[in-house]
């Protein structure tokens, strides 16, 4: 099982940057699935949770309105649009999957939740 995250990259303030995160060995279908971010220093942050036939989600409060998660399950493929980036959003991004469903906000955000983890693609945001 591998998850790949690609898509991050060095961006001003107020610019955007779509983040892919593509499987091998799991099936998107057959999971829910998520974001997650960590800044130096910090701890990691739930992001954003999709359903597994993406008629679900969720986003934290930090990124709600500029950021969206997606997801293609015909392409086996997760997304994270970001908007309006802000150098707080500086980070290493994860995307995550579970075979637990998505069944509260509450529950989507938990990081022990996930039994899937990509590599991170690294997003930088200059002032």
């Known amino acids: 099982v591998q998850l790949q995250a690609s898509g991050g990259g060095l961006v001003q303030a107020g610019g955007s940057l779509r983040l892919s995160c593509a499987a091998s060995?799991?099936?998107?279908?057959?999971?829910?699935a998520g974001w997650f971010r960590q800044a130096p220093g910090k701890g990691r942050e739930f992001v954003a949770a999709?359903?597994?036939?993406?008629?679900?989600?969720s986003h934290a409060d930090s990124v709600k309105g500029r950021f969206t998660i997606s997801k293609d399950n015909a392409k086996n493929a997760l997304y994270l649009q970001m908007n309006c980036l802000k150098p707080e959003d500086t980070a290493v991004y994860f995307c995550a999957a579970t075979f637990r469903p998505y069944t509260t906000a509450s529950n989507a955000a938990q990081s022990d939740r996930y039994d899937y983890w990509g590599q991170g693609t690294q997003v930088t945001v200059s002032s």
């Open positions: 060995g799991v099936f998107f279908r057959n999971y829910a």
């Open positions: 999709i359903s597994r036939s993406g008629s679900r989600w």
